[in-house]
């Protein structure tokens, strides 16, 4: 060993302790951190590949988390920052505009659905679902219609952690009897999902009653008390399940006929993820109003945006005290605006959406053939660059797996044993960055594949 290997494991260890003593990593489990292997400190990233501080190098198979789009290590994203906060760094958001919050916006409306005219900046999802929610109670306000302020969540959907976004959430990845009681107001109704359908029904003979039973919802609690429906189009947190074409347009018509908006959660869809620009272009419906975040910038710099259509926004026009009720101090952050529009040109120019579609295709035959391979593939499921791997101990008789199997431990362990970073358990998630190529996929699934028979090995499944 060196001097210089000995001070470079030095500092890895050191950086080691002070994490674990004063950094709160989000939603992990400090436990799990302190494990030998448990903390894991990224320090660079080129492309699909990150690398860590011991000079470990991994295939961002999550893109973060659905965010890196345009992949990792883009100075023209850095020039961008740089060269904006020489000019302006900030500007007071309640009460005057900037041109790169202009810009942004103009070309967001140009590519979301038609009817989408209006954006609003904030900084992350969560936040970009608080806009839309008050947005929606607001523009049902101002117009009069007082008593309507519930909001239709489904169960299995996942919008974000601070508190009306946490209400809303469907999904069991965050604990929130903590916090109970949340946001009155919110009802959950059951989410669509043909592999494992609520009602034990079957396409087509259902007619989509996944969609037609939040009629019967709305109609119970009295239409005339529901501000929205907040959905993702195509919910990765439920599956990755793409409902099809009828799901949306009943949903639409529902919601025409009882005055209920559609907040159509873009959060994880948006920027290509699905193969198209927002996952709702994948059907013949618009939204009244649409959250967008994470590959909007590819994470260069925070921002996100809660996005709505004239009609909407022709309703908080009038007297001051009909101005939307929205405001924060990093709102339509110039740096981030600038840096968030060079990377929708990337995008752009890169033709990004239609390599996700593209390389998409190739990718859900990829994982298809691991079906075909394990034992404990119960189903391969996604589009464009988002995609899950469903394991279960035995699929044919339905059996999933049991608390000591821990595959929630072993899976991202045996992953990175491959060289892969992704978000694993009883489902892997496979959401590489839009950048990747055939070969690149060809290697991820590689590894994936690798990982799953070790899986089977340990476990004693074969
Ligand atoms: C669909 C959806 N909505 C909202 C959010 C919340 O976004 P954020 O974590 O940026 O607050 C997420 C986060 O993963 C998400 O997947």
Redesign the pocket.
Known sequence: MTVSDVSSSQRVDDYRARALEHLWVHTAQYNDLAKDDGMLVVESGDGIYVTDNKGDRYIDAMAG??VVAVGHGRSELADVAKRQIESLAYANPFAYATEPAIDLASKLASLTPEAINKIHFVN??????EAAIRMAKQYHFNRGERRRTKVISRIG?????TAM?MTVNGSNYINKKPFEPLMPGVIHVENINCARCPFEKTYPECEVFCARHIEDEIKFQDPATIAAIIA?PIS??NGNWAPQQEYWTTLREICDRHGVLIIA?E??NGFGRTGKWFGIQHYPVQPDIM?V??GISSGYAPI?AAMATQEVADAFVGERADSFAGGITWGAHPVSCAVALANVEIIERERLVENSARVGEHLAAQLTELQKRHKVVSDTRGIGLMHSVELKRDPEAGVDFTEDDKVGELMPRLLKEQGLLARAGASISVAPPLVINREEVDALVDGIDVAIGNLERELGIG
């Open positions: 988390l659905w992350s999802g969560s936040e970009a679902v959907s996942y919008h974000g952690t976004a993702e990765t947190s959660d959060v994880i959250t975040a994470k996100a």
